[in-house]
Every structure is written in C-alpha cells, then in structure tokens.
C-alpha cells in the first residue's frame, strides 16, 4: 500500500516510515519521494482514501469505478490515434487514472517514465543533437531538390482547373 498499510490488514506497516507532511514528496503524479536528497519512488498500492479502503466492499466498487473511467479514457485514446486528437497523451492520462489503484498500471508508468527520460537524456546529447541536425537538414535539402526538379519539369499548375 502507501506508506500504511490498509485497516484491513491489521495496522500500520513497520518497514516503511509514514512521511511527514512537506517532507519532499511529488506533487500529483506523485510516484517520487525526495528525502534529504536521496530519492526513491512510492510504495506500489492503492491510493484510495483511508475510509474506502476500510469498507471491503466499498474498495472493491471504487476499483471498479477507477477501471471503468480509466477504461473509458483509454479507448478514447485509442479513437484519436487515427483521428485528430492527442491519442496517446490521452492514452497515458487513463494509465494515470488506473495507476491510482493497479499496482501493474503503477509499473506500466515507472517503466515508461523511465524510457521517456532516457530518451530525453540522450536527446540532449551534442553528439546526438548535431546528428538530427545534419540529417533534418539533409532532409529539407532532399526535399527542396525533388520540388525544384518538379516545378522545372512540370511548372506550377494547379491539380483543378480554374478557368472552366
């Protein structure tokens, strides 16, 4: 769970401490804690309110609740691959949805932030950079040269006519 243990399971959990308010912890996608510059991710679990996971029941219809909205916003996502829309920043909201309580939803974002940042990371290496600058130029060149043999060989016309 959290950093408790839920009601259920008889108490609070002894190997992890429960951290204090304003001690570093992430904001709402809250998968980081920074204590004293050492950082580590949260605990895998639920991260429904104390008083749902008490009620068996009630932690049981909320799930159920949390996967259906969740599974609403992915297929939304999916609907916007082809179609105008940010599908799979959409796709990803829902997995944000379904990590607040699947544990495997939870390590589908950690493995996913991870690659995200290791991309960015080597993005923003100069040898990398220069690289994707030499080939996007290459491309614009490409380019540039197979519509100035187009235009030379066909001119500018229009695909309609205009006239008629």
Do not use: C
Not at 30 to 46: Q, W
Not at 47 to 66: D, E
Not at 93 to 111: K, P, S
Not at 138 to 146: C, E, N, P, R
């Amino acid at each position: 769970m959290n950093a408790e243990r839920d009601v259920r399971d008889g108490g609070v959990d002894s190997t992890a401490p429960v951290p204090a308010a304003g001690d570093g912890t992430a904001g709402a996608t809250g998968e980081v804690e920074e204590t004293e510059g050492v950082t580590k991710e949260r605990e895998l679990g639920s991260r429904a309110p104390g008083f749902i996971r008490a009620s068996r029941a009630l932690h049981v219809s909320w799930q159920v609740g949390v996967f259906v909205v969740g599974l609403a916003v992915v297929v939304a996502g999916i609907i916007m691959l082809p179609l105008p829309g940010p599908g799979w920043l959409v796709i990803f909201g829902g997995m944000a949805i379904w990590a607040t309580e699947f544990v495997w939803a939870q390590l589908v974002l950690r493995w996913t932030r991870r690659k995200v940042t290791e991309a960015a990371q080597r993005a923003l290496d100069p040898k990398v950079r220069r690289r994707n600058i030499i080939l996007t130029t290459l491309g614009l060149v490409i380019v540039a040269v197979l519509v100035g043999i187009y235009v030379w060989k066909f001119g500018i016309t229009m695909p309609w006519k205009i006239h008629e």
